[in-house]
């Protein structure tokens, strides 16, 4: 009789700690809510999981990374619509992250439809109303990638230098239907497009400088002429 309780014993404990672990491993597997219920939002994005954030059923946030990572998302997807972002990480030890999405950030030159400069004189359109802020306190490699579409095909992935105060381009290919660079720091990054300099406005207004001083000229020797 004593060891038939034994054996219950045992059979009772082990299926009590079978269900614990199933309980964790389902909270631990467990997605984010969809849709996001606020543009404020915090989860552990678990390593080697790819995690997906829908924000109004339009904006899509993805992450893609080696190690486990503490979220903090702000996003503001009643500005910036339909887009889909997504981000992979490899780094060494479990990072914590600050994400900040916004359709503009006017202090830094970007607004839809504008033109941007650099130093060298490039000039660049912003019009993909994305722009994303990235805070992290660990360094790591990282892919960024953004869905290409007719607006941006011919874009190009820029972070916002502090120092310069001006935008830097980055390398930037079109692979498996998306804008993709690498990089292995964090800042304000976005995509602007290119934009073909034409004919420098100094010269057209040296030509038309040029092209009244000959009028003159022409009007003034006709008059001696008379």
Request: with cysteine; glycine share 6%; charged share 15%.
């Amino acid at each position: 009789m004593i060891k038939i309780k034994k054996i219950l014993f045992v059979l009772i404990s082990i299926s009590i700690l079978f269900s614990i672990f199933s309980i964790s491993s389902v909270i631990a597997s467990q997605g984010p809510p969809d849709p996001i219920p606020s543009e404020q939002f915090q989860w552990r994005v678990l390593a080697n999981n790819r995690t997906q954030f829908m924000f109004q059923q339009q904006t899509r946030l993805t992450f893609n990374c080696n190690v486990n990572v503490d979220l903090h998302l702000n996003c503001d997807s009643s500005e910036i619509g339909a887009k889909n972002f997504e981000i992979q990480i490899d780094s060494n030890h479990d990072l914590q992250m600050n994400m900040t999405c916004t359709e503009e950030q006017v202090q830094l030159g970007l607004q839809k439809g504008h033109t941007l400069r650099n130093q060298h004189r490039n000039r660049y359109r912003y019009q993909e109303g994305f722009c994303v802020s990235i805070e992290c306190n660990d360094s790591c490699q990282a892919k960024l990638m953004i869905q290409a579409n007719n607006r941006n095909r011919n874009g190009q992935w820029a972070y916002y230098h502090e120092g310069n105060q001006e935008w830097v381009t980055v390398p930037t290919e079109l692979k498996n239907g998306s804008l993709v660079c690498e990089t292995n720091h964090f800042s304000v990054w976005t995509i602007i497009i290119p934009e073909s300099e034409g004919f420098p406005l100094i010269y057209i207004y040296i030509g038309v400088i040029v092209g009244v001083i000959v009028v003159i000229g022409i009007i003034i020797f006709l008059v001696k002429r008379k």
